[in-house]
Every structure is written in structure tokens, then in C-alpha cells.
């Protein structure tokens, strides 16, 4: 006497998310994109007008007082007055480089419609490009012109670059900040699962 063969239910397994598809990467690229470009784009529209309009650089110019000027300045450093000598622009090129890597790593390792993060991103990637373009294009170095304070207390001078990758970092930090790794997504596989079917005993009672 044969036994039917049993039938195999499947069973639910679970793959760990380990990083954006390309159709996540595609999703996300529709904000991605259009807000690096929207950054660099209002970078290099204001610095040209403030190069243009802010002369002689230096001379500050008042928009609320004292409070916020506009005064055009050249940072051949990095932010806050960091400076490295001579090399200083092609070491923070090099750097830029370097930290828009990471970032594009971080661009394609985000889940589909995290969008929160992918913002953060973009604004980071286009403030450093933004910044990375002054330098290419001359050794005076960054062009600065925001100017905030009180007084002799005044905040270092600024550009919407650097607006845009502080807002960015702040963002992308608290993002991170809240990742549960445990929160992960996951894809659901289905596969056969074997079972175990009794075997059937031969009677004992023989006539």
C-alpha cells in the first residue's frame, strides 16, 4: 500500500533589507535630484549678484540694521576661518570629494520613499558642490557674503551653500539619530517547507 504524497504548504521567510533597489534609487531620485540642482543653481545665481552688487569686497551694507548685512568677502579656507596654507584648495577639494562619496553611498543605500533622509542628502550633496564649484573656478577661494550679529559679535560670513549643507547635516544626523535596525523592512519570500507525514504501521491482526 503506497501513501499519497502530502501536500506542502509553504512557509514565510524573511530577508533582511540591505540597501534601495534600482527602482528605489529611481523613486527617490525624483526629489533627490531636482533639490541638488535647485541648491547649486541658487548658489551660483546669489554669489554671482553678490560679486556684482557687494563692492569693494569687505564693506559690509546693512539689510535690518545691524543685525543683517551683506558684505562680500573670499574664504580660501573652509568654514569658520579653517585654513591648511598654501594647499588649502585642493586639499578641501580633495575632502569634498571624499565626503560626496560617503554621501552617495548613503543616497543609494536609502529605502524607497524616505524621503525625509533623501532631502537631507540633496541638500548636503548640493551645498558641497556648490562651495567645491568656487574653488575650481578661482584660488581667492569661496564667496561669502551673508553677514549676521550684534556688534563687534558677529557670526563667521556665510553663503547659502553653507545654509544648505548645515540644515542638511542637522537633518540627515536626526534621521539617523532614529534608524532602528530592527525597524528594517523586509521582502517576503515564499518557499516549500517539508513536512512530516506518520507512516502507516502494518496491522498485526492476521486472521
Not at 540642482?37 to 549678484?49: E, G, I, P
Not at 568654514?79 to 577639494?93: K, V
Not at 548636503?124 to 569661496?142: F, H, K, P, T
Request: with cysteine.
Amino acid at each position: 500500500m503506497t501513501t499519497p504524497p502530502a501536500e506542502r504548504p509553504t512557509d514565510t521567510a524573511y530577508v533582511p533589507f540591505t540597501g534601495s533597489s534600482s527602482s528605489d534609487a529611481s523613486t527617490n531620485g525624483v526629489v533627490f535630484w531636482p533639490v541638488v540642482l535647485a541648491v547649486v543653481l541658487a548658489d551660483v545665481v546669489t554669489k554671482a549678484m553678490a560679486v556684482y552688487a557687494l563692492h569693494p569686497p569687505g564693506v559690509p551694507y546693512a539689510v535690518a540694521g545691524d543685525a543683517v548685512r551683506l558684505t562680500l568677502v573670499y574664504n580660501p579656507g573652509a568654514a569658520f576661518g579653517l585654513h591648511l596654507g598654501p594647499y588649502s584648495r585642493w586639499i578641501f577639494l580633495a575632502l569634498t570629494a571624499g565626503v560626496l562619496s560617503i554621501l552617495w553611498r548613503l543616497y543609494k543605500q536609502t529605502r524607497d520613499r524616505d524621503n525625509l533622509r533623501t532631502f537631507a542628502l540633496a541638500l548636503v550633496c548640493g551645498g558641497a558642490v556648490g562651495n567645491a564649484l568656487d574653488r575650481l573656478r578661482s584660488a581667492e577661494g569661496v564667496v561669502d557674503f551673508l553677514d549676521l550679529g550684534t556688534g563687534a559679535v558677529r557670526w563667521p560670513t556665510f553663503n547659502l551653500a553653507d545654509v544648505a549643507v548645515s540644515v542638511g547635516a542637522f537633518l540627515l544626523a536626526w534621521v539617523l539619530w532614529g534608524d532602528d535596525p530592527a525597524a528594517e523592512p523586509a521582502m517576503v519570500t515564499e518557499r516549500p517547507q517539508p513536512t512530516v507525514q506518520p507512516a502507516v504501521q502494518p496491522s498485526s491482526d492476521l486472521p
